[in-house]
Each structure stands twice: as structure tokens, then as C-alpha cells.
């Protein structure tokens, strides 16, 4: 066992355990939008697919590299992009007018 | 390791630490759209970095350069589209979606590079068939729970004759297509083996889940894709798709676990399937007993003059798409000055805290939206409860042992001073028994479709109290 994925080992079981500790804190009110955010998080794999387009050579090479990088983009801009339109729906107050008592707190 | 290389490992870390701070203000509304810009910066400053390495190893043909613009622009504007056009009704499917792409873009990482054997070390060789394993199960796995949340594969469980045999041997050729690609690193038919067996694999293990049991799906989907992604860290030596792998996998995890027990039921029997359709089980308990129906004009002005009003949403108000019909009783009845919160349990709606997404795109500030654990305290001076679209998990004989859902986290509603339940018929939840809270004395039934009953009770309170 090489040292080098000793420390990715390491590395790995470490972010588990961080993952768990942060994530256990994010209300239910907000599990739509935080998978979606892990969605985007994981988009982090067309970090991946730019290394390999650089080694790739030859048709199949490239078409991995092609569907790789489409589907990991996909994943990164769609997956932000929907996570803060979803955000920005939750609002202490909505923006529509009220004439109640007009008061920003909420009593309770 | 050269002064550049160093630059470069530190910047990754520094994304991977923008992800950790991103996900930790997710842990508030109000910080929650910052967290997830930081984590957008983060990846922008990954990918930037890379782009640079690249072009400082210039070991990228002109070719790969053209293959990376072309699959960037392709996916960025598919993956932009989707985002700005789904309904959120839908959200669900595009989760599931991306759960897909994720999952593929790992796996495909996985067979490039298995099919270099030069370069294949039997460190490469075992991460790599992990990675494709787990990925290529998210892959069809996921498009299969998109095509049931979207309803172009129906939503019951789908066993065919045999099913179970071909998943076992699915099984069986994945797991052998992967050690003997492990012996033999540059084998092509055990690449081949393996990637077909997990494709088909994927597809033969969400066929036959039940609808019902979709928001455990997608979870555990989301933590497939997560693993798969840092197995592909591992394929390419790459920290930070370790740390972003592990952080979804550690997320996906731990709402499977959440969304498993507010079910009342274990991962491996959601897996196993054949349950969540609610018409395979036989209804068992009294039946027929006496309930109270009421008019919406009754529902109206018990509403109007009340002091404290919880709506207790479900999915079939998610189903009947009635957010807007709620947020606007609630909002007419506020103008009254009746304090009104919104009691959502765990599994209302088709993912993880869909309900609150739909609530909060009908304008309903999120301090109204309660979690179970915080909303049950608060039902004991409750005057009205109002139950829209919820079943099992209103259902008092959750607390006592022998049936289906004993043990269930169920909403206290029965509570309530007064209950008033919004449903199209007397019809059974998943859990397929009679909800003991529609017999009780304090129990009104108003029967009527979600939407066109909250329609009437609103103009009820504007026209007869207004």
C-alpha cells in the first residue's frame, strides 16, 4: 500500500467525518436546496474530465472526454443555478405588501 | 513538487475549504444563498486552476482544447436551461437528473483511464472499478427515478417475472467484471463486463421501488454519486474531487438515514421493494366508523375566528400543486390577525424538505415553516389543525405497537383543539390502514379536491367574515 493513497485515504475519511458534522446542523426546512448545493458540489468532477481531455488521444479518447465534460458541466451550472433560484424563495417576509401591522418581526 | 505545483495543490484546498464554509451556512435561511455562492466561487477557482495547469503542462492537444469547449458549452447550456425553466413541483426529477450526469461524468473519468493500461497501477485498477461501478448504478439508477418523478415510467413497483434473478446476476457480473479487471487492469471485456452489469444493475434495482419511497431514492442516489466522484479523486490523484466526493457522499448519507426513519422503515427493505404503492396491502381496523362532515362555510368561519391555525401540508397538496391556494388562505386569515404556522413533517412532498420549497415559492416567509420536532409542542393550544393532502403521518396509531407505521414520527395533530382534514375521499395512505385521527369527535372532514376546497374556504372567510 503506496503512501500516496494512504494520505487520500486519510483525506477522504476525514471529509466524511466534516460532511457529517456540518451537514447534521442543516434544517429540514432547507434539504431540497442543501442536496441540491451537494449536487453542485459534486459537479466538482469536471475538474476531472478537463485532466483527461488532456490525455486523451484518439476518437474514443475524445469522446469520453466530450460526453464527460458535457455532463459534468451540466451538473456544476445547473446544479448552482438552481440552488440559488431556490434560495432566494425563502424570505423572512415576502415582498408583497401587507398592511397588517407592519412590522418586520415575527411575534412567537 | 515544483513552486507551481505547489500554488496549485494550495488553491484546491482552498476551494475544498469554500465547499466546507458553503455547506456550514446552509445551516440557516438566511445565510443560505451566501453559502452557496461561496461554494459556486470555489468551483470557479478550481476549474480556473485547472485551466491553467493545463495550459502550463501544455500536454492538452488542440483537439482536447476544442472537445473541452464544445462539452462545456453543450452541458452549460442544457444545464443552465434546466435550472431556469423546471417547475419546482419538479425539482425532485432534476436532483435526480444531475445525480445522473454526476455519477456518468465519474464513471466515464474511470474508463478512460482503465483503458490506458500503461498507466493502470492496481491502485488505479481498484479505485477505478469502484468509481465505475457506482457510477454507472447512479447513472441508469437515477434516469429511472426521474422517469418515475416525471411519470413517463409508472410510479408503482415494477417486478417483473425473473426480475430478481436478472438484478442477482446483474449483480454477479458486475462484482466479477470488477476483480477481474482488478487482476488484469488493461482487460477490455472485463471493462466492458463491468460497465454494462452496473449500467443494467442500476436500472433493475430502482424499477421496482415504489413511488412512495422516492425521497430515500434520490438520497441515496445523491451518495452514490458523491462515493463515485471521490473514487474518481483516487483514479486521478486528485485531493479536492476526494473531499467534494466525501462531502456529498457524508451529505446523501445522512438525509437517506433521515428520510429512512421519518418512513419508518430500513434502507435494505426500501431496496428490496415491492412496498410504497398502498394497494398491495389489505386495509385492517374498525372501517366505516362514524366521521364528521363539514361544509366549507363551517371550515371558514371556525378559521376566521380562531387565535392560532397550523396547516399541516402533505403531497397530495403537492400533487393537487395548492401551495399558492394554502399561502393565500393563510395570508387572508393573517390579515385577521389569526397567527397561523405551517407543521411539515420530514417525508411531505417527493425529496427531502420539498415542501418547504414549494411553500417558500408561494411567498410564505420560512420563520412560519415548523419542523416536526418543533411543531409538535405547539399543537396542545392549537385552536384549528388543518390537514391537507396528509395521511399516514397525522395517524395516531403510529404510537402504539402492531400495526404498519407503530413507531412512526407522526405530527401530534390529534392534539389539536379542533381538526379539520381536507380530502378527496376516505382512501387509505401508503401504509394502506385506516387513519384513526378522521374518526376522532374533534375531527371535521371536509371533502373536496386540495385546491378547489382552500379556493372555497378563502372566499368563505373573505365573504362571510370579511
Redesign the interface.
Known sequence: MSTDLVVDLTIFVLSLLVGFEVISKVPATLHTPLMSGANSIHGIVVVGAMLIAASARGFTGYLLAFVAMAFATANVVGGYAVTDRMLRMFRRRPAIARDADGTDEVTR | MSTFDAIVRLIYVAA?AG??I???L?????T??R???L??AA?AL??LT??VV?GH?R???L???L??I???A???A???Y???R?A?TA?PQ??SL??A??G???A??A???L??PATAST?VAVTGTLDILIGAITFTGSLIAAGKLQGWIPGQPITPPGGRALTMLLAAGGLGGGVWLCAQPGNRIALILLTIASLGFGITMVLPIGGADMPVV??LL?AF??TA??M???V????????????????????TK?MADAMNRSIGSIIIGGFGTGDTTTPIGAGGAAVREVSADDVAIQLAYAGKVVIVPGYGLAAAQAQHEVAELADVL??R?V?V?YA?H?VA?R????M??LL??A???????K??DEANPDFARTDVALVIGANDVTNPAARRPGNPISGMPILDVDQARAVIVIKRSMGHGYAGIDNELYTNERTGMLFADAKKGLAALTAGVKTLVG
Open positions: 475544498a465547499f466546507v458553503g455547506l456550514h446552509m445551516n440557516s435561511p438566511a443560505a444563498a453559502g452557496n455562492r461554494s459556486a468551483m478550481a476549474i485547472t485551466a493545463l503542462d500536454a492538452i492537444t483537439t482536447g482544447i472537445v473541452l464544445a462539452g462545456a453543450a452541458g452549460g442544457a444545464g443552465l434546466a435550472a431556469r423546471v419546482m425539482m432534476l436532483v444531475f445525480n450526469v454526476g456518468g461524468a465519474a466515464l473519468l474508463v478512460h483511464d483503458t490506458a491502485r434520490i438520497s445523491n454519486t458523491g466522484v471521490a474518481a479523486g483516487f486521478l490523484g486528485n485531493p479536492v474531487l476526494i473531499i467534494a466526493g466525501a462531502l456529498v457522499g457524508a451529505s446523501g448519507g445522512i438525509l433521515l393573517e390579515r390577525g397567527e404556522t411539515i420530514p412532498g425529496m427531502p424538505g420539498h418547504n420549497v417558500a415559492e411567498n410564505v416567509p420560512y420563520p412560519q415553516l419542523e416536526m
